[in-house]
């Protein structure tokens, strides 16, 4: 037992995910996170702090197109949800929220 890995965080690996457009595993840092709002509808994260299941797209056109495609978020979100239009989700996942 080597209570010095437990105590340090340093050199932790960063969390990875896997993303559901492409399918690479990334650090979950350098990816866009998707959840399902309390009225059933997709909703973007950018907090990545919701509770509950999330989805994980690169923050790439071509990633979330897949993934709306392949109705990857219901599937990833164990569930239907409701998803927008590509466009309205694309302009969801740009529209950060960098006051916090
Ligand atoms: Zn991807």
């Known amino acids: 037992m080597t209570t010095n890995e437990m105590n340090g965080n340093r ?4 969390p990875l995910r896997s993303c559901v457009g492409c399918r690479r595993v990334l ?5 866009v996170r998707f959840v399902r709002s309390p009225d059933n509808a997709v909703a973007v994260d ?5 509770p509950g299941r999330g989805a994980y797209v ?3 056109e071509g ?3 897949l993934a709306h495609q392949r109705r990857a978020f219901s599937r990833a979100l164990k569930g239907a ?5 590509f466009d ?3 302009a969801l996942v740009n529209h950060r ?3 916090s």
């Open 63 to 65: 990633c979330l197109k």
């Open 11 to 14: 050199r932790k690996q960063p």
């Open 58 to 60: 690169c923050q790439q």
């Open 81 to 85: 949800v409701e998803v927008p239009d």
């Open 27 to 31: 650090p979950k840092s350098s990816l």
């Open 46 to 50: 950018h907090s990545q702090t919701a």
């Open 97 to 99: 929220d960098d006051a």
């Open 88 to 90: 309205h989700l694309w």
